[in-house]
Structures are given as structure tokens and as C-alpha cells.
């Protein structure tokens, strides 16, 4: 091992920047070159036929056969003309990551290429292979992938990708886009309908998102030597580098040139795909880096964000990269997020999280301002839900993220206007180059906004024109946080609709049924908001008097899904079922104990066949220069105490790791898998995980550097 690692590190310095040029001076000329979007379809389909499928899209209608028939000529013509050989339906199972299954437009028999109508709308893959929580067998064994043409086909390298969402044949969703889109629908009919209470032109709400991705870069040789980050995503052992991200050199540091080399790449290859990535620049984390899109739709921007992730995959080989999205691959070091920025935009074009100068839209503000709130307070459980993963757990609450709190940062300016709302007061107005807020309304006062008010510490953040969910983890399909969320917020204004319909029912004009009812809303949802250092201790205590849940792993957090609140509320709106809730459960839980035990089996095997001996051998290296000493007469103390030390070390690693094989057996025969779930947290992960890296981090401060098997953190993470 240790072979490989310095044979990793030479290479190391052997490498060069892997150049790489624009496809052309102008980005414009090849953005989304490879897309089969709205151009591209307008030109090759028949005005009558690009109409049926343009309203379809944004009704959230069935597409009929013969309009589908002509999509897929139109598509297969503009894919072969593009020099693409195959089509392949693409969706993003449970498992995590997206699935493809290719087939050739080549049709053998007819001898000619062919991609029927039927194609396009419905493919069977083998769904064998893919996680149902039991749904197909006990119901029925096969699932097919259906055609979701609300996101547009691209060409990826030959193949033709066909977004589509996975169902069984019985019904039930197998996949991440499923509810999301049922949720999207959801918030669309619900927010219409409240925004119909201040405009009837608005026809329609797109929910839209921008998320920024945060990741890691390491040498591939690097990443080959580290047995654990190959099976397991991350780091399972490694002491923290002394120059380490204390320095918060990094932050908008430069970016290191085999990286901006590697970034300009997938640029380019993300622009082709029309994936509009915007930003980048260099994390807290040392080797760690962000890009973020500029927002767009829900579904097509969690789609381009699944697809970007895998490009960035693919692109990483040519510069002998790695990307981590894993949270938290470096113990001590920041870990990674997936910054979800949402809003709401009307088709009319008015962002419903924007404050503005007009009275009217400003209560329209308030209101979905507001609204937002009460939801993430009514369903703080299922949005922490929403976001658990096994790697997750290791990230939130851990240096510089969020905690496994949930609450809502407004900025200093809007809680002042919610007070005011509250008591019915005044607030003084200040004049200057700022915005002004006005509400119109005698019994809301005017404001002014400071768009630059921030807080990073909040799982949930105003960010002046949008919400901020930044809880989730870098390697999640946000799909799973946006079904929630979006889903909560329908709820939530159907509940405001039906309290102002009843106010004005008694009477109320309807500007001060609205006001009334926002009123009690900002103060039943108070506890939610939260403007202080989420990363402290203070607050955990302040939420716990406050009754706020703290649930710090992923199998007790994902309870919340199965609550019956959780459930009659997913039903309601026709978002999962509760057959569908229980399987995703299932099959969530199933992955955490993979997950977990695949760590253990690591730590075990690279503590006992690769620390452990390294460190005897050093520890005899150590015995022979004190029995050396000793013949010479020299004082030898302080050597006998480090191969103390050592020992100590050593059967600290055997007795944990013949203790965790011993729980292992025994978990293993409980049946239920929730149970099998909570005990592979707390009586293998807590446990032991901990204490073995301890005791190994510790002997790789004693043992002679020539000797450690593993690439270390300074070396894995200061690339140049
Ligand atoms: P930060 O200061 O949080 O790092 P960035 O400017 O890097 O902010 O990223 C902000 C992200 O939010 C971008 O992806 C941007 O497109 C997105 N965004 C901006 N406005 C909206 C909006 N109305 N809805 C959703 N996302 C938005
Ligand atoms: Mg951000």
C-alpha cells in the first residue's frame, strides 16, 4: 500500500495541465447545441403539431399519439443528422444517479433507422435491478419509463436521452422525478388560485431553481490509493493537514490550473448540453469548488443538474481528476452542499419572493412570503426528511453547515416588517439608495430592504429575492427536497385560501382578509424563524426550549414520511401514495445499512491489513533502536513510551473492529429494517467509527511517514 501511494504521488508530479479550447470564441454560437428544445423542435415540426406539444407541456397535458409520432421522426431526423446511432430513455431511479438503457434506431428487420411515436412515450427497461421496496414483487414485475416532455431531449454523446419518469406497472412511482412533478403540479393550481386573489391574468406558477453545486477535486492516483474513498465516497480515516482550511486561503483564492483547466472543460460540454452554468469559484475547503447555474424551471433544472454531475464525472477522467460529491469526504474539513435557491415566478413574469414598489404586489410578496414561512413551520419534520441521506448525516451540524435543525432566516429587514404586521405598529422610514418597501396598507408600515442582509449558517435562508434551502447534500437529486418543499407550500396556500375565502365570507374586504389572516400566520409560525449563528451551541439549546426537533441521522429523520399528517397530505395532492412512501422508506433504509456496512467492512479491512501491520513494523523498527539504546547505555524513555503508545493504539483498532464484526452478526438477524437500520447507526457507525479513526489518526502522527499506506490529506489536497 504504501507503494502505492508514493507511486501515486510520482505520478502526481508528473502531471500536465490537459489543455482545452472553446468550441467556439462565442458561447452563443454552440449553447445547447445538443439540445432538441424549442428550436429546433419549431423548426421541424408542423406549426399545428409544435403547438399541441408547446400547450401540452405547459398544461400539464397528455401528449396524443400521432403528436408523438411526429416529435419522434422530428427528433431521430435532428439526432442522426447530429451523427446519433441510439435513443435511450433516461431517469433517475432511487439508487441515486440516472439510469439509461440504449437501443438502436437500426432496425435490423425493416432495414432502416425507426423511432416510432410508441418508442418515445413508453420504453420497459429491466427493472430487476432497480430498488422498489417491495412494490413489484408483490405486485407486479415489471416497470416502464414514461416520456416526460416537459424537459427536452439532448444528444449525448451518440445517444439520444429521452427524459422520462420510471413507474411500475401497477402504478406506483419508482423514481426521484415522479412527485417532484406531481408536486410542481400541485403548486401551481394551489398558488394560482392565490394569486388569482390579486390578478386574474395569472394563468399558471413555475416553481424555479438554481442549485449550487459543491464539490471536491482530487489526483485519480491519489483517489486509486484510497481504498475507502473508492468504495465508500469519503475518507474513513486521515488526519487533518496543519495547513488546513483555518487560513480560509482558498475561499476566492485562485483556482489551481489543472482545475481551471478541468472546469473550462465541462463548461463547455454543460453549454453544449444547455446547461447554463454561471459561476465558480474556489470553496472554504481547500481542493474544494462550487458551480452554479443560473435558476430555471424545477424539473429541467434538477435534470440538468443530475446530467451536469455526470459530465463533470466523465470530464474529470481526461484531466486524471476526480469530482467527490460525497458531503463530507474530509473529516474536519467543510463539507459539500447543494444550495437549493427556489422562488415561485408567475407567467406573467413576477417572482413572488420579490418585493417591490407597488403596493399591490408587495401584499402578493407578503403573502407568499409568509405563506413559505408557516409551511416550512407546519412541516419542518418533512422537509429534514426531505434532505436525509447516510452521507448527509456526517455533514449537517458538522463544521461550517447547517444544522440538522430546520429553521427560517428572514434577514433583519423583513423580520422588522413582520413585527410591524404583528403588533399593527409603525416602522420608521428610512430614506436612501435602498429600495423602498410599501405596502399600501394603513396597518403596514413602510420598509426599506437590504438585499445583502445574509446569514450562511441557516438550513433555510431569505436571500432578498428567493428562498435558499441549503441544507441539502452536494450528491442529492434535489428532485426528493423540491417534491417537499413545493408540496408544503401547496398545502400551505390552499389552507390560506379557504381562511381568507371564510373571512371574507364574514365580511372582510379582501386586501384585510388577507392581512388579518397573514397576521396570525407570522405569529403561530414565530418559532420557525431564527437570525443567529445556526452553527452554535446556544441555538441548539434555544431550539430545544423552543421543542424544535434536533434528529441527527437519516433513518429517524425519514420517519417523518410516514406520519399521518405526512401521509394525508402526500395523498391529497396526489403526490405518493402511501403504499409509494413506505416503499421509498424501505428502500431508503436498505441503502443506509449498504451503506454502513460497506464503511465497516473498510475501516476493518484497511485498519487490520494495512494500518495495523504498518504499525508494528514500525513499532519493531523502534524496539531495536531502544534495545540499541539501551546498549549503549543511552536513555531510551521516551521511545519506550511511543511504542506504548502504539500499542495502545493497535489494540484499541482490534478490539473495536472484532467487537463491530460481532454486532454486525447480530444486527444482521433483525428482521425489520427499521430496527437493523437504527442499530447500524448507533451500535456500529457511533459506536465504533469514531474511536478506530482516532486511534488510527493518532498512529499516523507516530508512524515514519516512508511507511503510512495511505495518501494523506496534505497530499490529496492541495493539488497545484
Ligand atoms: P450565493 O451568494 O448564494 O453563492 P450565487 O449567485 O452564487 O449566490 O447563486 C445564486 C443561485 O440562485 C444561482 O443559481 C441563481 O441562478 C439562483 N437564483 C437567482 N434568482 C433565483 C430565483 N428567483 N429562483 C431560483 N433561483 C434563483
Ligand atoms: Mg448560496
Redesign the pocket.
Known amino acids: 500500500m504504501a507503494i502505492l501511494r508514493f507511486e501515486a504521488l510520482k505520478k502526481l508530479h508528473e502531471r500536465n495541465a490537459v489543455t482545452v479550447s472553446s468550441p467556439s470564441p462565442k458561447v452563443s454560437d454552440f449553447f445547447g447545441e445538443n439540445v432538441f428544445g424549442t428550436e429546433p423542435m419549431r423548426a421541424s415540426l408542423a406549426p399545428a403539431v409544435f403547438k399541441k406539444v408547446t400547450s401540452a407541456i405547459k398544461n400539464h397535458e397528455k401528449i396524443d399519439e400521432v403528436t408523438a409520432d411526429a416529435v419522434a421522426s422530428a427528433a431521430k431526423a435532428w439526432a442522426m443528422n447530429k451523427g446519433a446511432t441510439h435513443f435511450t430513455h433516461w431517469f433517475q431511479p432511487m439508487t441515486g444517479g440516472t439510469a439509461e438503457k440504449h437501443d438502436s434506431f437500426f432496425d435490423a428487420l425493416a432495414g432502416i433507422e425507426k423511432f416510432k411515436g410508441s418508442e418515445l412515450v413508453q420504453q420497459e427497461p429491466d427493472a430487476s435491478s432497480f430498488p422498489s421496496g417491495g412494490i413489484r414483487s408483490t405486485f407486479e414485475a415489471r416497470g416502464y419509463t414514461a416520456w416526460d416532455p416537459t424537459s427536452p431531449m439532448f444528444l449525448y454523446g451518440k445517444t439520444l436521452c429521452i427524459p422520462t419518469i420510471f413507474v411500475s406497472y401497477t402504478g406506483e412511482t419508482l423514481d426521484a422525478k415522479s412527485p417532484l412533478l406531481k408536486a410542481l403540479k400541485s403548486v401551481d393550481v394551489s398558488a394560482t388560485r392565490v394569486c388569482q386573489l390579486f390578478d386574474k391574468d395569472i394563468q399558471h406558477v413555475i416553481a ?5 453545486q459543491e464539490y471536491f477535486v482530487v489526483d485519480e492516483a491519489l483517489f486509486t490509493a484510497r481504498p475507502d474513498l473508492v468504495m465508500a465516497g469519503r475518507t474513513v480515516f486521515g488526519h487533518a493537514p496543519a495547513r488546513g482550511q483555518q487560513m480560509e486561503d482558498h475561499y476566492f483564492g485562485s483556482i489551481p490550473s489543472r482545475v481551471y483547466d478541468f472546469m473550462k472543460d465541462f463548461e463547455f460540454e454543460c453549454w453544449k448540453l444547455g446547461i ?1 452554468v ?2 465558480r ?1 474556489n470553496e472554504v475547503a481547500p481542493s474544494q469548488f ?1 458551480v ?5 424551471e424545477v424539473n429541467v ?1 434538477n435534470d440538468h443538474n443530475q446530467l451536469m454531475m455526470d459530465v463533470m464525472g466523465r470530464v474529470a477522467e481526461r484531466h486524471n481528476l476526480k469530482v467527490l460529491f460525497h458531503e463530507k469526504p474530509f473529516a474536519g474539513l467543510n463539507g459539500s452542499g447543494k ?7 408567475t407567467d406573467t413574469g413576477i ?1 413572488l ?2 418585493p417591490s414598489s407597488s403596493a399591490r404586489d408587495n401584499l402578493l410578496f407578503l403573502t407568499f412570503f409568509v405563506n413559505t414561512i408557516k409551511a416550512v413551520h407546519q412541516y419542518a419534520d418533512l422537509l429534514r426528511a426531505s434532505i436525509a441521506t447516510a452521507a448527509n448525516d456526517f455533514r449537517l451540524g458538522a463544521n461550517e453547515a447547517p444544522p440538522a435543525i430546520m429553521s427560517v432566516f428572514i434577514g433583519a429587514q423583513m423580520t422588522a416588517v413582520l413585527d410591524e404586521m404583528e403588533k399593527k405598529g409603525n416602522v420608521k422610514i428610512e430614506k436612501g439608495d435602498n429600495m423602498y418597501m410599501k405596502l399600501g396598507i394603513d396597518q403596514i408600515p413602510e420598509i426599506i430592504l437590504d438585499a445583502t442582509d ?1 446569514n ?1 449558517t441557516s438550513p433555510f435562508a431569505f ?1 432578498g ?4 434551502f ?1 441544507a441539502v447534500g452536494a450528491s442529492d437529486n434535489c428532485a426528493t427536497p423540491m417534491a417537499v418543499l413545493n408540496l408544503i407550500v401547496a398545502e400551505q396556500l390552499d389552507q390560506f385560501y379557504d381562511a381568507v375565502s371564510r373571512e371574507m365570507e364574514k365580511g372582510a374586504e379582501k386586501r384585510l382578509a388577507i392581512v388579518t389572516v397573514l397576521r396570525k400566520y407570522i405569529k403561530e409560525s414565530k418559532d420557525i424563524r431564527f437570525e443567529g449563528d445556526g452553527y452554535s451551541d446556544e441555538w441548539v439549546k434555544e431550539a430545544a426550549r423552543r421543542g424544535m426537533k434536533n434528529i441527527k441521522n437519516m433513518p429517524r429523520a425519514i420517519e417523518a414520511y410516514l406520519s399521518k399528517e405526512s401521509i394525508k397530505l402526500f395523498e391529497k395532492h396526489g403526490v405518493m401514495s402511501h403504499k409509494e412512501l413506505e416503499a421509498r422508506n424501505e428502500i431508503r433504509l436498505e441503502a443506509y445499512i449498504k451503506r454502513v456496512q460497506i464503511e465497516a467492512r473498510v475501516i476493518g479491512d484497511l485498519a487490520m491489513n494495512h494500518i495495523i501491520p504498518t504499525a508494528i513494523a514500525y513499532q519493531n523498527k523502534l524496539i531495536q533502536n531502544a534495545n540499541g539504546l539501551k546498549g549503549l547505555g543511552v536513555d531510551n524513555k521516551a521511545v519506550i513510551q511511543t511504542i506504548k503508545e502504539i500499542s495502545g493504539h493497535i489494540d484499541t483498532i482490534k478490539n473495536g473492529v472484532r467487537q463491530m464484526i460481532e454486532e454486525r452478526k447480530r444486527i444482521n438477524k433483525i428482521t425489520d429494517t427499521h430496527k437493523r437500520a437504527f442499530a447500524y447507526c448507533d451500535d456500529i457507525k457511533e459506536k465504533y467509527f469514531d474511536e478506530i479513526r482516532d486511534a488510527v489518526d493518532k498512529l499516523e502522527l507516530l508512524v515514519d511517514d516512508e511507511d503510512w499506506p495511505l495518501a494523506k490529506y496534505r497530499e490529496m489536497l492541495f493539488l497545484r
Open positions: 424555479s431553481l438554481g442549485p449550487e447554463p454561471r459561476t469559484h462550487e452554479a447555474p443560473l435558476f430555471e433544472a444550495h437549493n435557491n427556489w422562488s415561485l415566478i417572482n419572493y420579490a445574509r450562511r436571500t429575492n428567493k428562498f435558499e441549503r
